[in-house]
């Protein structure tokens, strides 16, 4: 059933006031660079309407300027063109202790259910729905409110959701948790890496080194963007987490960036995705990679870490080479690497 007007217009006002939220804003760089472009830090409504939760609204632009003309944190410069906050962006904020984590959400939640089961305690800015790289809910949330107090609040409740009362953490609580459990995880590794090389000496057998394994779910594929640097690249999707690997050949439309953790390449993926605007104006696109293609590119990546591995110590002449085929003075356009 399609939307009421009433329905649609508080909609419009949600998704354009979380743009410009105190939550989101400060971590969306291409928004502060439009902002940038006028003096007093208006920003296009025609290209707010261009982001995909909006034109998922509505296209007509006419209804969105309609709308935010009720907004009670956003602004519209005299003409209707453009949108800005009524308030300058606080500084020196720490979102970690305005947000919470909460688990055993029942499969099948929407954003929209646990922003209804976490507002009798405060303004919900923002929900994160945790999924494994394969897109698989983890029946998990994080949940940022407006106000540290807010946060505080909600985890002295006891809410039960479905039937199952949640468990809920603050962020730091949470962190020193996943820190706990990958210590364990190493530990029996260890354990077992030990007790499987006693065995093997004890029967008088030579281990063979063992192939190097990695992490699924790490490696994004980016194509169709705009022809930009290396560093630049870089420094883009750092933005989102740490970036371990970029391939991209200078002045290409695509290429790789492979991230530290399964969960910083899906909130780059989710980012982007959001956002491709971000990559290029010509329909870029961007993509997890797995299965085979996942397979392919880490057989290459693993092999190329285990000979620089084997090249450490050598002698080997030091910096770059000059000239040549892909070299600083060539031309033969080979894809680099960035650690």
Known sequence: MADTPEELEKKIIKQVEYYFSDSNLPRDKFLLGEMAKNTENYVS????????????????????????????????????????RTTPLPENVDFTKRKIYARRIP???????????FSPFGKVTRVQLRKTPEG?????????????????????????????????????????????????KKGKKRKAKTEDSEKKQGEGEQSEPKQRDYT??????FDGIAPTTLGALKDKFNELGKVQFV????????????????????????????????????????????????????????????????????????????????GRGGRGGKKRRTE
Request: avoid cysteine.
């Open 45 to 84: 409504v025609e290209v707010i309407a261009s982001f995909t939760r909006m034109k998922a609204l509505t296209t007509d632009l006419s209804v969105v300027k309609e709308a935010l003309k009720k907004s009670t944190i956003l602004a519209l410069s005299e003409d209707g063109s453009s949108v800005r």
């Open 107 to 117: 499969d099948n939640t929407t954003i929209e259910q646990v922003e209804a089961l």
């Open 136 to 184: 698989i809910f983890k029946r998990s949330v994080f949940v940022e409110f407006s106000t540290e107090q807010e946060a505080e609040e909600a985890l002295k409740q006891k809410i039960t959701f479905d039937g199952a009362e949640l468990t809920l953490l603050s962020v730091e609580a949470y962190n020193q948790e996943k820190k706990e459990e990958i210590e364990q």
């Open 216 to 221: 699924p779910g790490t490696v994004l594929k």
């Open 247 to 326: 391939t991209y050949a200078p002045d290409a439309t695509s290429g790789y960036v492979r991230y530290q953790t399964p969960e910083e390449t899906q909130k780059s993926l989710s980012h982007f995705t959001e956002n491709l605007s971000l990559l290029g104006p010509e329909k870029p696109s961007i993509t997890l990679l797995s299965g085979d293609e996942e397979k392919s590119y880490w057989e290459i990546a693993l092999k190329e870490i285990s000979e620089r591995g084997k090249n450490k110590g050598k002698g080997n002449r030091r910096g770059p080479k000059r000239g040549g085929s892909g």
